[in-house]
């Protein structure tokens, strides 16, 4: 009888912690939310949450298995928080759990002497061989165009623009020093930043068969099409 009553304690507390945290819940037919229902005919709900450190939290939830479908964190008008988003392949995971670094130095490669237009394209007539990005993709605009995501609200409001973005490839293949040199607007910058930390590379740059650490800025293009 003891262990039941706190049972039911806790389930209460739980629900009432959940309570306190929910500013409002919409009910919808459909999975892209183009019309709100009663709760008995909905098939999602969509959650407005305000978390303890002020930021808040969208979900979309998908009733019958109680999967979240979609989730997106804000705080102060930044991307926060590991983010979901449904694609017809599935469900995507998107990490804006970092912090933006704004710059104005300059970024310079460390291979000084050697003119090169294009990191990314061999010069073998020179000694150059170009890091290869692990996930395939022969260039990084390629890569930047499977991986980018339009931000939505950026969407909504008209924003677009360039966001130029730097950063350094380690002579291990690695990423570091990733730092916006000029940005367009919080959504933007957050985008840019997230696609760049998810690139790898299987081998770093070459020339002359000695592995160099290289720092690139480049232009990271959002248009509404």
Not at 33 to 45: F, I, Q, T
Not at 54 to 79: A, F, H, L, M, Q
């Amino acid at each position: 009888m003891k262990r039941q009553i706190v049972l039911l304690v806790l389930v209460i507390m739980f629900y009432s912690f959940v309570e306190a945290q929910t500013t409002s819940t919409k009910y919808y037919k459909d999975k892209y939310l183009s019309k709100e229902v009663p709760k008995d005919k909905a098939n999602y709900l969509e959650l407005f949450i305000k978390n303890e450190d002020g930021s808040i939290t969208t979900k979309t939830v998908r009733i019958d298995n109680e999967e979240v479908i979609e989730s997106s964190t804000y705080k102060d008008g930044e991307p926060i928080g590991i983010w979901k988003l449904q694609r017809n392949d599935g469900i995507k995971e998107m990490d804006y759990g970092f912090k933006l670094v704004y710059s104005d130095t300059t970024c310079n490669d460390s291979i000084e002497g050697v003119i090169i237009e294009d990191y990314f394209s061999n010069y073998r007539e020179i000694g150059y061989i170009a890091p290869k990005i692990s996930t395939g993709e022969m260039t990084l605009h390629q890569f930047i165009g499977q991986n980018i995501e339009y931000p939505r609200l950026a969407r909504e409001q008209g924003i677009m623009g360039v966001v130029y973005v730097s950063f350094m490839i380690l002579s291990t293949g690695e990423i570091d020093n990733i730092e916006i040199k000029r940005g367009k607007n919080i959504y933007l910058d957050k985008e840019a930043v997230r696609v760049i930390r998810k690139l790898k590379f299987s081998s770093p740059p070459t020339y002359k068969g000695v592995p160099y650490k290289i720092c690139l800025t480049i232009p990271i293009t959002f248009k509404m099409t």
